[in-house]
């Protein structure tokens, strides 16, 4: 199926410095709300009083902290690779707003007599190219933590390779499952496919996939392996300051929005309004649309700060086996289960959505239970000896140098110093 982009490139230049620009601002200003509303939801989650100092309710806290980011002195460390290690948040914010240039955040409108539609451009394989940028994003990080000439940060930069390899191809899987379904990969007409079904009740097992890919992809907590201060101090971001450090800060932030807005844009219906609202016949029409994507993006910022709140930060086994036993495992069961009803049941039939939306269901179910079992099996190995492989007491620093164990060994108790 071939939709009409014939409405994306014709626009006059200064409208399309305006949508830019515009862009820039929506994400800069989310995240300076972002921060805020973390910090705000996380003392309440937490029984805490959370910024109440600067403005008003504390509302210019982020604010402040901006300035206070850039007017800190910035100190570059003796041993790195001075032009690598200035270009990388370079990179990481680049690539971080480019992945924004291809969302719908509306349909057609007017804007001084000039018909555009609420989007910077759409390319027939749009959200390949939000996969493609994404993936230059890493290389941010991971030259940050190379050209920092120190070891946690180079840690934190290869545990972000991981990360980046395992979920994207679970995340690449979920969107397969969409392009099989909508028969495109251009986002408006994503969106449009879903004008009556949000893909959500059709490809339940795709959003999951997706929703757990994304915290991954995006660094969060209980992903943050690469910059998990417990081990490695700062992570890849260790030898930074100032305004180097925002810039990384900024991309985070702005990843998060960034895989927000693809999720609603795949899974939500875009910029369509929600029931019971789109029984109004204008919900869907002139600028009302910019605020249901809105809402939906924030339904998720929300479940990221949810998350921050609830979850502790998972052993790198735990994560690793996570995305590699069962995200991609069931991401390949579930586009052959798509596939094979797209191909006996036929485009747009009521049968195929029936048998999409039951499999969906038990597909879901069976995956939840596999990653709460996987969890909870890791955890009760803890501390348990396997005497399969060894039972005898491990020493941590029997090598020379101290190293934990492994999930299934016994640490020997520490040797008593006598004060004498």
Same mark, same amino acid.
């Given at each position: 199926?071939?939709?009409?982009?014939?409405?994306?490139?014709?626009?006059?230049w200064?409208?399309?410095?305006?949508k830019?620009? %515009?862009?820039?601002?929506?994400l800069?200003?989310?995240? &300076?709300?972002?921060?805020?509303a973390?910090?705000?939801?996380l003392a309440?989650?937490?029984?805490?009083?959370?910024?109440?100092?600067?403005?008003?309710?504390?509302?210019?806290?982020s604010?402040a902290?901006?300035?206070?980011?850039?007017?800190k002195?910035?100190?570059?460390?003796?041993?790195?690779?001075?032009?690598?290690?200035?270009?990388?948040?370079?990179?990481?914010?680049v %690539?971080?707003?480019?992945?924004f240039?291809?969302?719908?955040?509306?349909?057609?409108?007017?804007?001084?007599?000039?018909?555009?539609?609420?989007?910077?451009?759409? &390319?027939?394989?749009?959200?390949?190219?939000?996969?493609?940028?994404?993936?230059?994003?890493?290389?941010?990080?991971?030259?940050?933590?190379?050209s920092?000439?120190?070891?946690?940060?180079?840690?934190g930069?290869?545990?972000?390779?991981?990360q980046?390899?395992?979920?994207?191809?679970?995340m690449?899987l979920?969107?397969?499952?969409?392009?099989?379904?909508?028969?495109?990969?251009?986002?408006?007409?994503?969106?449009?496919?879903?004008?009556?079904?949000?893909?959500?009740?059709?490809l339940?097992?795709?959003?999951?996939?997706?929703?757990?890919?994304?915290?991954?992809?995006?660094?969060?907590?209980?992903?943050?392996l690469?910059?998990?201060?417990?081990e490695l101090?700062?992570g890849?971001?260790?030898?930074?300051?100032?305004?180097?450090?925002?810039?990384?800060?900024?991309?985070?932030?702005?990843?998060?929005?960034?895989?927000?807005?693809?999720?609603?844009?795949?899974?939500?219906?875009?910029?369509?309004?929600?029931?019971?609202?789109?029984?109004?016949?204008?919900?869907n029409?002139?600028?009302?649309?910019?605020?249901?994507?809105?809402i939906?993006?924030?339904?998720? &910022?929300?479940v990221?700060?949810? &998350?921050?709140?609830?979850?502790?930060r998972?052993?790198?086994?735990?994560f690793?086996?996570l995305?590699?036993?069962?995200?991609?495992?069931?991401?390949?069961?579930?586009?052959?289960?798509?596939?094979?009803?797209?191909?006996?049941?036929?485009?747009?039939?009521?049968?195929?959505?029936?048998?999409?939306?039951v499999?969906?269901?038990?597909? %879901?179910?069976?995956?939840?239970?596999?990653?709460?079992?996987?969890?909870?099996?890791?955890?009760?190995?803890?501390?348990?000896?396997?005497? %399969?492989?060894?039972?005898?007491?491990?020493h941590?620093a029997?090598?020379?140098?101290?190293?934990?164990?492994?999930?299934?060994?016994?640490?020997?108790?520490?040797?008593?110093?006598?004060?004498?």
């Open positions: 199926m071939t939709y009409d982009l014939s409405m994306f490139g014709i626009d006059p200064w409208l399309v410095i305006a830019s620009v %515009a862009i820039f601002a929506f800069v200003v989310t995240t &300076l709300l972002v921060i805020l973390e910090r705000k939801v309440w989650m937490q029984m805490r009083v959370g910024p109440n100092r600067v403005g008003p309710l504390g509302l210019l806290q604010l902290d901006g300035v206070k980011l850039a007017l002195e910035g100190i570059t460390p003796k041993g790195v690779d001075r032009p690598v290690y200035v270009l990388a948040p370079v990179i990481a914010v %690539a971080a707003i480019m992945a240039a291809v969302i719908p955040f509306g349909p057609v409108v007017s804007v001084f007599g000039n018909q555009t539609p609420l989007q910077l451009t759409d &390319l027939p394989v749009a959200v390949l190219y939000v996969l493609a940028v994404a993936s230059i994003g890493v290389y941010g990080i991971v030259l940050a933590g190379w920092s000439g120190s070891t946690y940060p180079l840690l930069g290869l545990r972000s390779t991981a980046v390899i395992s979920y994207e191809i679970a690449a979920s969107f397969a499952t969409v392009f099989l379904l909508a028969g495109t990969m251009s986002t408006s007409g994503i969106v449009a496919e879903q004008s009556g079904t949000w893909f959500i009740f059709l339940l097992p795709s959003f999951l996939i997706y929703a757990v890919s994304m915290v991954g992809e995006t660094n969060r907590a209980p992903f943050d690469p910059e998990a201060e417990g101090v700062g890849f971001h260790t030898e930074y300051s100032s305004l180097r450090f925002a810039m990384f800060f900024l991309a985070e932030y702005i990843n998060m929005v960034t895989v927000s807005a693809l999720a609603t844009t795949l899974f939500l219906g875009g910029w369509h309004a929600p029931w019971p609202v789109n029984l109004w016949d204008g919900a029409s002139g600028w009302w649309p910019v605020l249901w994507f809105t939906k993006v924030w339904g998720f &910022l929300f990221f700060i949810w &998350l921050r709140a609830t979850l502790p998972l052993r790198y086994d735990q690793m086996n995305g590699w036993k069962i995200l991609i495992p069931a991401a390949l069961v579930w586009v052959m289960a798509v596939a094979t009803a797209r191909a006996f049941l036929g485009d747009g039939s009521d049968a195929r959505a029936i048998a999409l939306s499999a969906g269901v038990v597909i %879901a179910v069976v995956f939840l239970f596999s990653i709460r079992n996987t969890l909870r099996a890791a955890g009760k190995q803890d501390g348990e000896p396997d005497t %399969a492989v060894d039972s005898e007491p491990f941590a029997a090598g020379g140098f101290p190293v934990p164990p492994l999930p299934n060994q016994v640490t020997a108790p520490a040797k008593e110093t006598s004060d004498a």
